[in-house]
């Protein structure tokens, strides 16, 4: 199983770039890198995924580095609303006929300062 | 607007009372699920649903039931609910199975 090491928690100052770092040096070549948040209690809510190159969408940056086995979100203008807990999960489990599960970790609690 | 709705979002109920949390969603989505998200213990799976008619069990499934009669539907029926199934639960959905999954708001259920 590919696991993910993320920093407990990280602050970053509003209207600066988030970013938010994660080790996974035991990915395989076929699994994504996927980043959810879950800003507290509500659902979690997919940002981003890729498998090698870099991504962008109109909600952050993903960087994958070259040897996959390293990642970076990246929110380019944090705002309040961005405070949340981050997961980067890597690991998609398959099981039985058709189980598809999100394997979610401890994430990283970013705080964004006023 | 896409989204997954849950209903109800908040519910106190007493031992053995059957109950049934709804989920719906409005994307067309073949793949639903249900997770339960307790402290410490992370997000797990009860239930999956492939498709209309085709649920499975994930890893914590004893106690619950699902039904997938409608593509947009997938309830979740608890017969005989006990307080260890106080949890927060969340439904997602996803176009189909390993794809990003969309989550619904989720639904607090305290039983006592």
């Known amino acids: 199983d590919a696991k993910t090491t993320q920093p407990t928690s990280m602050d970053c100052a509003e209207g600066r770039a988030a970013n938010l770092p994660c080790n996974h040096s035991t990915i395989s070549g076929n699994e994504y890198v996927y980043w959810y948040r879950q800003i507290h209690s509500q659902g979690p809510q997919y940002i981003i995924h890729g498998l090698k190159n870099n991504e962008t969408n109109e909600m952050a940056s993903l960087i994958i580095t070259e040897d996959r086995k390293s990642s970076t979100l990246i929110l380019p203008h944090a705002t309040l609303r961005d405070t949340a807990v981050y997961y980067c999960i890597v690991r998609v489990t398959y099981s039985g006929a058709g189980s598809y599960q999100l394997t979610f970790g401890k994430g990283t609690k970013l705080s964004v300062i006023p | 607007e896409a989204q997954v709705t849950q209903n109800p979002r908040y519910l106190i109920t007493v031992t053995g009372k059957k109950l049934t949390v709804t989920c719906s969603q409005n994307?067309?989505?073949?793949?639903m699920s249900w997770y339960r998200q307790d402290p410490g213990l992370g997000l797990r799976q009860i239930y999956y649903?492939?498709?209309?008619?085709?649920?499975d069990k994930g890893d914590v499934p004893e106690g619950y039931k699902v039904s997938r009669k409608e593509k947009r539907n997938f309830p979740l029926i608890l017969e005989s609910p006990s307080p260890n199934q106080t949890s927060l639960y969340f439904c997602a959905s996803s176009l189909s199975r390993g794809r990003e999954q969309y989550f619904g708001p989720g639904t607090r259920l305290t039983v006592t």
């Open positions: 994307m067309n989505h073949e793949y």
């Open positions: 649903s492939m498709n209309v008619e085709v649920t």
